[in-house]
């Protein structure tokens, strides 16, 4: 994206230089923010599986968007109660508590819909803003740092509304909040796609590793070697001059101790105890395993 010619303080720590034909605003300005009251809150015997309006709740959230297909219900009486959270198309939605921040945006709403306790709906007020590119900015750092600004360095448990409308952001004119929005949406879409093809590609390359494994211990490595039956259900063929034996034939197999260790700082008299933990692409590193104390000579793990 091409830079513009100047750029100005925004005066918000977190957001540093805008723009110059850009303004900041925060979230009162433009939009209301509402959610479900407490004494409004619904009995789990009110969440229907169908009925008259959509209850979206904070696990209804589906990559950015929401899952109308597992959506509970609730009937016109409940939906009736509280007008400001009965939504619209091109609302935004965030959760408020447990995992703060998810968000979505309301789309193809093709019945009444409303929201359970644990999200705020955000709605613009003017013509000049969109939800969409708001959505965008809830995205991006400036949203975490403006949290981690407020929190005073506690965990983030609940978003509180009185907290979130004073979120200040950059506010550009509308026609440039939707060419930034589409562009997000547009190159997003292009990176998730990508991340599923090299997700799919590692896939193969995975199956590929496995099948050249199993190839070469049971099979060799000499593609032309008479094979016979070994007899055993699993294992298949193998090559007519290989056994097939007990791993207990060959090996003893030992695992560690079950006491509660010591961990004490390395010295003379300790050595280090190995966990899952210290396994690293098929090899254990050493330089993390903690410390206990020696015990019998021979009790080790040996080269």
């Not at 644990?118 to 709605?123: E, L």
Request: one cysteine or more.
């Amino acid at each position: 994206m091409e830079r513009y010619e100047k750029y100005k303080d925004s005066g918000v720590e977190w957001i540093g230089d805008i723009p110059g034909e850009w303004e900041i605003k925060k979230i009162k300005h433009k939009c209301y923010v509402k959610a479900r009251v407490g004494w409004k809150g619904l009995k789990s015997s009110e969440f229907l599986t169908n009925g008259y309006s959509y209850l979206i709740t904070g696990i209804d959230f589906k990559k950015d968007k929401i899952d109308w297909n597992d959506c509970y219900h609730i009937d016109k009486e409940r939906y009736d109660e509280d007008p400001y959270i009965q939504l619209k198309d091109e609302d935004l939605l965030i959760t408020k508590d447990g995992t703060i921040g998810k968000l979505a945006v309301v789309s193809r709403l093709e019945k009444p819909a409303c929201l359970n306790s644990g999200i705020f709906v955000v709605r613009s007020l003017n013509k000049d803003f969109s939800t969409r590119y708001l959505f965008w900015v809830l995205k991006s750092n400036l949203f975490y740092q403006f949290n981690d600004y407020t929190s005073y360095g506690s965990t983030i448990q609940h978003l509180y509304q009185n907290v979130f409308v004073e979120f200040w952001y950059p506010f550009p004119m509308l026609k440039i909040q939707i060419i930034i929005a589409n562009y997000l949406d547009q190159k997003t879409a292009q990176i998730d796609e990508l991340i599923v093809q090299k997700e799919r590609l590692i896939e193969l390359y995975e199956e590929e590793k496995t099948a050249i494994i199993n190839q070469a211990v049971t099979k060799g490595i000499n593609p032309d070697v008479e094979l016979k039956d070994s007899g055993i259900e699993w294992l298949g063929e193998i090559p007519v001059h290989w056994q097939a034996t007990r791993l207990n034939r060959l090996i003893r197999v030992k695992d560690g101790t079950h006491e509660t260790p010591s961990y004490i700082s390395e010295s003379e008299n300790s050595y280090p105890l190995v966990t899952s933990k210290d396994f690293e692409k098929g090899q254990i590193n050493f330089d993390k395993t903690k410390q206990s104390l020696q015990r019998t000579a021979g009790e080790g793990l040996r080269p």
